[in-house]
């Protein structure tokens, strides 16, 4: 198989149920010159079992010996990608069908973006039915990332050479901020991002509204912001 553009990295935990959907999004993709790497986070459900379903080459599979969360997840999927451009989605999540051809025109067109986002769909109590409708800028700075973070993981899309520019995700946050923590860093950097005004994946929310690990959570977000 010749070298991938585009290497889109699927860390899963606990996410059997879901995983499947994932990677049939993206192996569905109406761009194909892309591979799939779902990393298991040791997980202790099926997700191998789900993986072993699917034949395709361009799909791979890594597994850690031990959970390392979820920036540890990512950050080797994008350290074993091979592509030029990386694609984040997280194991409940999935695509639209032409949301990486979507991408890989506008950073064709626009070489000075090292950041692509675009609109999603946010689904009820992790089922199949939109909730939400979420639209965004044509772009962002700095600001707009500290005072409302406008886009998820599973929507953005980055460049290798600006992802190893500024170290990967932070593996010390292991409790949330992790992509808010990225997209700050990347942004003092000097990373430009470019936005895609339509919706091309969706996001699974929980069927509860209660707010999981809040101190947590603070805790995570004033650290990020502290060293902005």
């Given at each position: 198989?010749?070298?991938?553009?585009?290497?889109?990295?699927?860390?899963?935990?606990r996410?059997?149920?879901?995983?499947?959907?994932?990677?049939?999004?993206?192996?569905?993709?109406?761009?194909?010159?892309?591979?799939?790497?779902?990393?298991?986070?040791?997980?202790?459900?099926?997700?191998?079992e789900?993986?072993?379903?699917?034949?395709?080459?361009?799909?791979?599979?890594?597994?850690?010996?031990?959970?390392?969360?979820?920036?540890?997840?990512?950050?080797?999927?994008l350290?074993?990608?091979?592509g030029?451009?990386f694609?984040?989605?997280?194991?409940?999540?999935?695509?639209?069908?032409?949301?990486?051809?979507?991408?890989?025109?506008?950073?064709?067109?626009?070489?000075?973006?090292?950041?692509?986002?675009?609109?999603?769909?946010?689904?009820?109590?992790?089922?199949?039915?939109?909730?939400?409708?979420i639209?965004?800028?044509?772009?962002?700075?700095?600001?707009?990332?500290?005072?409302?973070?406008?886009?998820?993981?599973?929507?953005?899309?980055?460049?290798?050479?600006?992802?190893?520019?500024?170290?990967?995700?932070?593996?010390?946050?292991?409790?949330?901020?992790?992509?808010?923590?990225?997209?700050?860093?990347?942004?003092?950097?000097?990373?430009?991002?470019?936005?895609?005004?339509?919706c091309?994946?969706?996001?699974?929310?929980?069927?509860?509204?209660?707010?999981?690990?809040?101190?947590?959570?603070?805790?995570?977000?004033?650290?990020?912001?502290?060293?902005?």
């Open positions: 198989m010749a070298t991938p553009l585009v290497s889109v990295i699927i860390p899963a935990y996410q059997a149920e879901y995983v499947g959907d994932a990677i049939r999004s993206v192996l569905g993709q109406t761009y194909t010159n892309l591979e799939a790497i779902v990393v298991d986070d040791a997980s202790p459900d099926a997700t191998a789900v993986v072993a379903g699917f034949a395709d080459p361009r799909l791979r599979y890594i597994r850690h010996d031990r959970n390392r969360m979820l920036s540890a997840a990512r950050n080797t999927g350290r074993a990608a091979q030029e451009i694609a984040l989605l997280d194991a409940d999540d999935y695509f639209a069908p032409d949301k990486v051809a979507q991408h890989v025109e506008l950073l064709a067109a626009h070489p000075e973006i090292g950041v692509s986002y675009n609109g999603r769909y946010e689904l009820q109590c992790n089922g199949r039915r939109v909730r939400n409708i639209r965004v800028a044509p772009s962002v700075d700095l600001r707009d990332l500290v005072l409302g973070f406008p886009f998820t993981p599973s929507d953005m899309v980055l460049r290798r050479e600006w992802a190893f520019a500024v170290d990967l995700f932070d593996e010390r946050l292991v409790h949330f901020s992790e992509d808010l923590d990225i997209n700050c860093r990347l942004a003092l950097a000097g990373c430009r991002f470019g936005g895609i005004d339509r091309l994946n969706y996001r699974r929310l929980p069927g509860d509204k209660l707010i999981r690990n809040p101190s947590q959570r603070l805790e995570s977000a004033l650290r990020v912001l502290d060293a902005v």
